[in-house]
């Protein structure tokens, strides 16, 4: 049978030889059909279905609100949409922390309801017991340490994390760990360059860096920052590539101008 045509979808052993051979990895949050299906034409890696959709879809000033049912909403919008790339759902606060069997039961959901290829934990040794039994189940984890948005109310700001040595000996502990438990990648989010490149060299496993710096072997941002939509979240580590704000802004005006002098619609947009 011919192959001419057929997509090579990115798997999680694909990420790992990735990384053998020096292949950086783009990563992109995505949290509806639309954006998602753009994305994975253009070719990315993986898609993130981050609970930061509880920021920029919702409007919440913080991660913890956003529900189970709502990231599946979000997930089942983006796995639709999906040919190649890996799809990878945040599993929301409140439904792994403390409790290694209503986590094992998140996770099934997400999966069964989703037709989404891996789950991302925030957290290391305190959250161990429920990887270790959703990795049981054959799912799939990828890890999240440094700045970890649903401990906000613990770190009490959204400010660099692991700057001390306590942190950063902690930090290296809980990647190693996640890599011999069995996760299949870990994301750095907000820690110093210099440390996230010492422990990704250190690991196995392919890291993803949300400023984290170069040195990881691969690269997340939130779809909404890269796009320029969210104007006025302006971190270091961001880099914009678009101004849809001031795309949007400006073709919300225009049709509002059309619509007011009726402009729009003309002789050949009616029928
Ligand atoms: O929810 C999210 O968007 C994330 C990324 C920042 C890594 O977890």
């Given at each position: 049978m011919s192959t001419e045509g057929k997509i090579r979808a990115v798997t999680t052993h694909r990420l790992m030889e990735m990384k053998q051979r020096g292949e950086k990895i783009a990563m992109l949050t995505a949290y509806d059909f639309s954006t998602a299906r753009i994305m994975d034409e253009a070719g990315m890696d993986v898609i993130l279905v981050g609970d930061s959709a509880a920021n920029v879809m919702a409007g919440f000033d913080s991660t913890l609100p956003i529900t189970l049912d709502q990231m599946i909403y979000h997930a089942q919008s983006v796995v639709r949409a999906v040919k190649r790339a890996l799809v990878v759902v945040d599993l929301p606060f409140?439904?792994?922390?403390?409790n290694s069997k209503q986590a094992l039961e998140s996770a099934v959901r997400v999966m069964k309801e989703t037709g989404a290829s891996a789950l991302k934990l925030e957290g290391g040794l305190e959250i161990v017991e429920s990887v270790q039994r959703i990795l049981s189940a054959g799912i799939p984890i990828m890890g999240h340490l440094g700045l970890?948005?649903?401990?906000i109310n613990k770190f009490g700001t959204y400010s660099v994390r692991a700057r001390e040595e306590a942190e950063a000996v902690k930090l290296a502990e809980d990647a190693m760990l996640l890599e011999r438990t069995g996760c299949f990648s870990v994301v750095f989010e907000k820690i110093p360059a210099e440390l996230a490149a010492r422990v990704s060299a250190s690991l196995t496993i392919p890291t993803i860096s949300i400023g984290a710096?170069?040195?990881?072997?691969g690269q997340v941002l939130v779809v909404h920052d890269m796009l320029g939509i969210t104007n006025e979240f302006s971190p270091r580590f961001l880099r914009r590539y678009a101004d849809l704000y001031g795309e949007m802004t400006r073709a919300f005006k225009g049709y509002l101008a059309d619509v007011k002098s009726g402009d729009f619609p003309n002789e050949g947009e009616q029928y």
């Open positions: 409140g439904t792994y922390q403390g970890t948005p649903q401990s710096g170069g040195g990881c072997d």
